[in-house]
């Protein structure tokens, strides 16, 4: 009997069980089981002889928690290297032996490292410059003894007898002359002046290619065309920062912690592509494009591609169940899922619900970090470790501030002045850069200048101080927050107070967006107005789908003078209220103001119909400057009677809107008001946002 028959008859048997209420059939079960195995290997290092990390051991975590819980990896069969445990040698033993030596044709695989990286110059040559892994062995004067090639690396893919590889690298090799940008950790170091491997490398290395049959030189061809096995996704490319940032209770690399975040959400058909890129919007909010993450390998455009290559996977998640307390009362929570603008503000009092048939309530009484406990609050079968957790009610204090890092190279008088006149506004928080979690960086507007080449001592009195901005926390500028030469802190911080105003609103809307969660049946894509291509398409039921995706997925970039819409389709049997807001481009607070046949504005829509906005391509078209925009389309069951009172009339498509945080406020209560009233969470300080009741999109895409 042919696979297929087999598996229809046994469909057909567990079907007449059933109807007899016997047990399952698991003759199907079995059958539907893959037969090959999951292989994972992990390594981070924090704790280096000469230098530290910080986040590295967290990445592993992410990634350990996310193989398990949504991939179906088995915990006996992933291995963790961390801190010292991780020198060359067990790095590559463990490859070796858990890795290459089990692996069979079409087992699944993944090695992930997060760590120092360098540039290396191993031998004679420009061309024996290379990528290099530091591990965590102590160096020596005459040899480099703490160090994986890209040579050893390419040879140990090569030697698995499976293609299903998959490598993530969040490692850092461009190294500026500084460990630390803005807010954000550098993950690079110098190189060093030695040029010769151990011979214990050399050996190992020899052994890998005769096993290979490849030569050294077709070895180096090899990863330099991108013939690498499987897929490799790396945090930057070899040129660019790569970076880890502190988070409230954590630091974490940003590549690692945007990618896993993404994967938790990610619907059995989204492609490794789209979540790349949705990962790498989240970094481009904390550095712009000085990281974007890359896709190599010999799989990588493989269409579909499957993240991990991993053909099934759990449903999307939230959060899952890791330990049980009290009796089964209470569950400890790894909150992976949760996007990293709400885990920040994320206030005990939230409710979430467990994924199984009676969908019983937890309630958040603690969190630290990522790990969260939560109280059981109805009667349910016993609670399970590895039971997926999705959010009902999202809670967060009502009053959210703007967090600013102030630059640790300014010198101390302006550093105190920075911090005082930023803590002196309302709703702003500021402490020295790398303390603690921030929004953006406060400091001087570097200046290029023809004398910029000239030596330092011949540059003294020839340059007038800079003036002040705001940054990325990686610095990179914010549009439009430049001052001129010679201005006083205090006087900047004056200067800059609307603009941070737009950017608290801007991050009290980014904290509602939900389209993973949101149980409104909803879809919105963003659209090239000419040519009917949607460049950003989300439904708040499904999977987050591109119809325009770059295969490197880096951030989408639009050119100036495109003309883009928004598309709603309204699937539910309710009209359905919506509000545009925004960033433009320039850094200024908009909205865009859709009107009907009659001019008038609309603000709902009804059952079952789909809206264009706007209804003529001339309306809205990208104008210069090159920037990044962000979008928020925010829908809701209740009208938005607070925030269309603050909003009033005008004309034009896109109106300025200079009470954008007083939009933004409003916004909230809107959505807090709209929501069920649950009699578990009553908290007068706390905004309680019940996911069945809105749904916000976030569009954001570069202007170029």
Known sequence: MKRRSLLQAAGIFCGAWGANQLPLNRAAQVLAQPTFRKLALLVGINQYHNAGLNGCLTDIELQQKLLIHRFGFQPSDIVVLTNQQATRSQIETAFTEHLIRQAKPNDVVVFHFSGFGSLQKLGTTADDIQPILLTADEPKEEIITNAISQDTLLLLLRSLATSQVTTILDAGYFYPGYSQRGNLKLRSRPSDPISQLSTDELEFQETLLASTGLDRTQARVKWRSGQLPGVVLSAANAQQFTTESPWNGFSAGLFTYALTQQLWQAMPDTTLRVSLRQASELISKRIDAKQQPILMGQKSRDRPLKPYQVASIEPPADAVITAIEDSGKIAQLWLGGLPPQVLEAYSPGALLSVETLDRPLLQVSERNGLIAKARLLTESPALQIGQRVRESVRTFPKEIKLAIAVDATLNRVERVDAISALSGLPRISAAIAGEQAADYLFSKVEQTTQVAALNPDAMKGTIPPAGYGLFSQGRDAIASTAGESGEAVKLAVRRLAPQLQTLLGAKLLNLTTNSTTSQLAIRASLEIADSNVAVQQTNALSADLFSVIPSDGKILSIPIGTPIRIRIDNRNSIPIHFLILGRDNQGSGVMLNPMQNDQSPMTAIAPSEAVIIPQFPTDWMLQPPSGLSEIYLICSR??????????????????????????????????????????WVNAPDLFALNVSTWATFRFSYQVV
């Not at 009172?645 to 909230?668: E, H, I, K, M």
């Open 638 to 679: 209740a009208p938005f009677q607070q925030a269309q009172a603050l909003l009033g009339s005008g004309t034009g498509f896109v109106r300025s809107l200079p009470n954008f945080l007083d939009v933004a406020q409003a916004v909230l209560q809107d959505l807090h008001q709209a929501g069920e009233s649950s009699p």
